[in-house]
Structures are given as structure tokens and as C-alpha cells.
């Protein structure tokens, strides 16, 4: 209720208590009912009159209840008790960077993904959208009030669409030849998650630093052409190997006690 209704409220209960038979007093307490009847009916005036700025749609609720029209940009009659929420229908963005120049009060920090090949990936990304303003009544239902639709919605939707489709593709590939089939992509998974949400998704960005560093890339196998056999040579053949030295002293042991045994015979 307008506050001016208020004060005519109370201005006429003075006016209409006179305990006494004074002229002077009931002359102000006259006065007083004028003023405050006056006062009260130019406070429905301005509680039924509410001006809506440029770029912002009005959700009127009525006793707890949402109320299905919205109120344009302008001038705008509407019941006295009814409460106006002004909604931003113009283009808005959710950046998700880790530079802090790119911060603001609608920002997140990077998305850190795994890429098909086991890579960790660092993604920047900056979403631009803004609210339906036929369904504003919807979000204020659904969702809640203000811009209680960026943490309930953008956020979470944006972080997971771009977790889901990084897994499918190899870290290199989202560098160079599959860049824009990756951004089509992500666009096209939040644009039908916005989309029930009475959100409208304009267009969105993204970028990674740093590069993944080369020598983290996977090895892959190299191929190796068919090759004859080669043939041994003389000079690899099997060579008979030498008797080692434990085998010579075996062999000499017989030859040189033989003379012994010749000398004990003879002497004998």
C-alpha cells in the first residue's frame, strides 16, 4: 500500500475524533477529514499509475498471486494493490574467464574439461542472451524473482553443455579443424535448455589458454613397413668357440706324468 494512503488514512481517523465541542477544534478536525480524503485519493492515483524504464518489463502479482499480462515500457494503470517486479529484457552476458579484466558482477571463472584424448583444457567463454518478455511472468513463477534465473539457469546449464561436448573431441582438434563444429555445437545444447527456461540465446564465445603443451599429446604408433628377412653372412655363421684355459690344463695333466712313471720303473 502507497504511503500516501497511509498518511490520508490517518489524517482523516483525526479529523473524525472530536471529543470536544470547541468551533476551533471541530474547524481543524474538518480540515483535517478534507486533507486526509485528498491525501488518500491522490495515493490510489499514484499506486495505480506505475511507469516502466526502457529495456525492463513489469510482472504484476496480486495478493501472492502471478499475474499472467506484462507491462510494457511507459505508462501503465494498474490495480492500486498490486506489486510490480521489473524484469531486464535487454541482450545480457555471462563471461567465464579467468582474466580479470573480463570479470564482472555476471562472471564465473574458467571451465577446466577433459578432452577425448586425457588432456586437461582451459575454456573462456562469454554467453550473450536475454529474457522473453512474454514469458517474464513464467520465470517469476518458476524460477523466482530478479535475476535469481543467472544462477539457477545460465550458470549450470552453460558450464555442463560445454563439459559434455569437449569429452567428444581430442584437445588438438578443438584448436584448429573442429573449432567451429565445437562452438555449433555447444551453441545448439543451451539454446534448447534456454528455451523452456523463457531465456533466448543470442550468440556465444569461446576461447582456451593455453595451449596444450606437445609433449602431453598422446604417441601414436608408428608404422613400420614389411622388411625381408635378412640373410646371415659368412662372418655371423656360428664360429666353434674356444676351449677355455680350466679344459687346456685337463688335457695337459696326462702328458706330463707320464715321464714320472717311466723314471719310478726303471729305477725300480
Known amino acids: 500500500m502507497s504511503l500516501l494512503i497511509i498518511i490520508g488514512i490517518t489524517l482523516l481517523v483525526l479529523g473524525m475524533t472530536n471529543p470536544t465541542n470547541n468551533i476551533a477544534v471541530k474547524r481543524m478536525a474538518g480540515i483535517l477529514r478534507i486533507a486526509g480524503i485528498l491525501v488518500v485519493i491522490l495515493g ?5 499509475i506505475r511507469m516502466v524504464e526502457p529495456g525492463k518489463v513489469g510482472v504484476k502479482s496480486l495478493f501472492g498471486k502471478v499475474q499472467p499480462a506484462t507491462l510494457s515500457s511507459g505508462l501503465n494503470i494498474i490495480n492500486p494493490l498490486a506489486k510490480v517486479e521489473l524484469f ?15 570479470r564482472s558482477q555476471q562472471s564465473d571463472g ?10 586437461e583444457v582451459t575454456i573462456d567463454m562469454t554467453v550473450l542472451y536475454h529474457v522473453n518478455p512474454r514469458q517474464a511472468p513464467a520465470i517469476r513463477r518458476e524460477i523466482g524473482p530478479g535475476d535469481t534465473y543467472i544462477d539457477k539457469i545460465v550458470r549450470p546449464t552453460a558450464r555442463t553443455r560445454i563439459r559434455d561436448n569437449a569429452v567428444m573431441y581430442n584437445a588438438i582438434d578443438l584448436y584448429s ?14 539454446r534448447s535448455d534456454f528455451e523452456p527456461a523463457a531465456l533466448f540465446l543470442k550468440t556465444c564465445w569461446y576461447a582456451m589458454f593455453p595451449c596444450p603443451n606437445p609433449s ?11 622388411r625381408k628377412p635378412r640373410k646371415c653372412s659368412s662372418s655371423c655363421r656360428k664360429r666353434p668357440r674356444k676351449p677355455s684355459a680350466s679344459a687346456l690344463r685337463q688335457e695337459a695333466s696326462p702328458t706330463t706324468s707320464a715321464p714320472s712313471r717311466r723314471h719310478s720303473t726303471t729305477g725300480s
Open 177 to 190: 579443424k573442429k573449432r567451429d563444429e565445437f562452438q555449433a555445437n555447444i551453441f545448439e545444447s543451451i
Open 110 to 119: 574458467p571451465i577446466r574439461v577433459l578432452s577425448a584424448d586425457g588432456l
Open 216 to 226: 602431453r599429446w598422446p604417441l601414436k604408433p608408428r608404422s613400420t613397413p614389411n
Open 88 to 102: 531486464d529484457i535487454t541482450t545480457q552476458s555471462y563471461t567465464m574467464s579467468g582474466s580479470e579484466q573480463e
Open 44 to 48: 490510489i492515483f499514484s499506486s495505480a
